[in-house]
């Protein structure tokens, strides 16, 4: 069984920043992609962002040039950096990673609320 543990979120003014870390229980090194969704309230679950093994990344045009995903396989984290938040951007972040061999497996989730 994998675990995966979000951290980070919290509240924040429009205009700030946050960055969100995943720790993985198992190693990173194989894990295929990795990846950041969000749902709020009332909506459907969302992509985010993602990265591959390899480094490759794709956002979510609403975050285009303003959040950053990375990760650190040393580490076994994948992190969100979220610059230029909005009101918009509220709601509860879950970490996602898709293994070679193990399969999929998902955060708890963690909460972010973007508020003045």
């Known amino acids: 069984q994998v675990q995966l543990v979000e951290s980070g979120g919290g509240l924040v003014q429009p205009g700030g920043s946050l960055r969100l870390s995943c720790a993985a229980s198992?190693?990173?090194?194989?894990?295929?992609?990795m990846g950041w969704y969000r749902q709020a309230p009332g909506k459907q679950r969302e992509s985010v962002a993602a990265?591959?093994?390899?480094?490759?990344?794709n956002y979510a045009d609403s975050v285009k040039g303003r959040f950053t995903i990375s990760r650190d396989n040393a580490k076994d984290t994948m992190y969100l950096q979220m610059n230029s938040l909005k009101p918009e951007d509220t709601a509860v972040y879950y970490c996602?990673?898709?293994?070679?061999?193990?399969?999929?497996?998902w955060g708890q989730g963690t909460q972010v609320t973007v508020s003045s």
């Open positions: 996602n990673a898709l293994y070679y061999f193990f399969g999929e497996y």
């Open positions: 198992r190693s990173a090194f194989s894990i295929a992609r």
């Open positions: 990265i591959t093994s390899g480094g490759s990344t």
